[in-house]
């Protein structure tokens, strides 16, 4: 029956199905967890492990039975749950995760990332209208990763319906952004730039600016000051940001 268990210890668990496969496996767990633990691949695009679900792509819809009855949901944030069938690749879950990507595709048509996924999906072309100007496809990365793991909670969602956009509140720069950069290094559109110049960075489309550390010894930029006064302050590293890296190493 069990064909295999991937937690030696369980306590809670369930046994589930996926794609015809019978497993057991803990209560805690999503699909998407399950299917990532055993090599079945489900598409994402606004999942990153270390944030809490936001299923906002759709990418990863999966076709479910539970009770004998159907449903069509996203695994990144449906919990397993006992006689649970899961099926990965139904023809109506390929058809609507090629809607969903054609319409995020039409939103960002210049992401490499989508198009690679597009391309994985068999889509080639959009049949929607291509959006121009403003790329982002509001899948909350870069609001989550600020909120979850840099704690600055510096951009947010805000207005409804079409106008909902995501930054900082009032569309204006916020004091609590540090400039760390972590919302432009997952945002899968490239909407969010980075732009250093004149001892100065700038977080745009937002117009933040944030002034750069020099290093003692070489004088060059190195890391925002708010960021270096963040980490001295959070983990006790006093003067850990005088020199920059490479004059640390004794390599400047
Ligand atoms: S700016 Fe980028 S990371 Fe943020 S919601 Fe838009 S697409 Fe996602």
Sequence with gaps: MQERCYYDK???????????KELIVPSSATILDVANEIGIYIPTLCHNDA??????????????????????????????ENGLEVYTT??????????????????????KKIQDLAFKLGVSETRF???????????GLCARICEEIVGASAINFYDRGNKRKIGPPFGEPSEDCIGCGMCAYVCP????????????????????????????????????????????????LKDAFKYCPKCKNGKG
């Design 51 to 80: 944030l809490k679900p936001y299923a906002s792509c759709r990418m990863c819809l999966v076709e479910i039975y539970t009770n004998g009855r159907k449903r069509i949901v996203t695994a990144c944030n449906y919990k397993v």
């Design 129 to 139: 209208k291509k959006e121009k100007g403003n790329s982002c496809i509001l899948c």
């Design 189 to 236: 559109t490239n909407t969010i730039e980075i732009i250093e110049k004149d001892g100065k960075r700038i977080i745009e489309p937002w117009g933040k600016e944030v002034k750069m550390k020099k290093c003692e010894k070489c004088g060059n930029y190195f890391i925002p000051q708010p960021l270096a006064n963040k980490l001295e302050k959070e983990f006790g």
């Design 10 to 20: 369980m306590k809670d668990k369930v046994e589930i199905k996926i794609d015809g």
């Design 90 to 111: 139904t023809k109506e879950v390929e058809k609507l995760r090629k809607i969903n990507i054609e319409i995020l595709l039409a939103k960002a048509p210049d992401s």
